[in-house]
């Protein structure tokens, strides 16, 4: 088992930016590869960013790239993710998974999710 829990969620304003961490425990955290997932309202869960076991790879959904930055440090057991120039469209609760499958964009690829932080974006 692997319990995962998101922090740093909160209102800004467009262009603002916003650092999320995941704190993990449970197995080792560096089996797992990580990724963030977020689910705006009324729309369906979606795929933000991935990372490798190691860190060295990463994958981002189109809509933030260029913006969010995500990583890893697996000696204190945490992801964290770095969204700048936050936009309104970007207002969501975001989730983090852990998964054994390597770096994964499927959310049924992901075995363990936290309970989310709620992310809104201000115009």
């Known amino acids: 088992q692997v319990q995962l829990t998101e922090s740093g969620g909160g209102l800004v304003q467009a262009g603002g930016s916003l650092r999320l961490s995941c704190a993990a425990s449970?197995?080792?955290?560096?089996?797992?590869?990580m990724g963030w997932f977020r689910r705006a309202p009324g729309k369906e869960r979606e795929f933000v960013s991935g990372i490798s076991r190691s860190g060295q790879n990463t994958e981002y959904a189109d809509s933030v790239k260029g913006r969010f930055t995500i990583s890893r440090d697996n000696a204190k057991n945490t992801m964290y993710l770095q969204m700048n120039s936050l936009k309104p469209e970007d207002t969501a609760v975001y989730y983090c998974?852990?998964?054994?499958?390597?770096?994964?964009?499927?959310?049924?690829?992901?075995?363990?999710w936290g309970q989310g932080t709620q992310v809104t974006v201000s115009s």
């Open positions: 998974a852990s998964g054994l499958r390597g770096l994964a964009v499927r959310a049924d690829e992901y075995l363990y």
């Open positions: 449970g197995r080792t955290f560096s089996w797992y590869a």
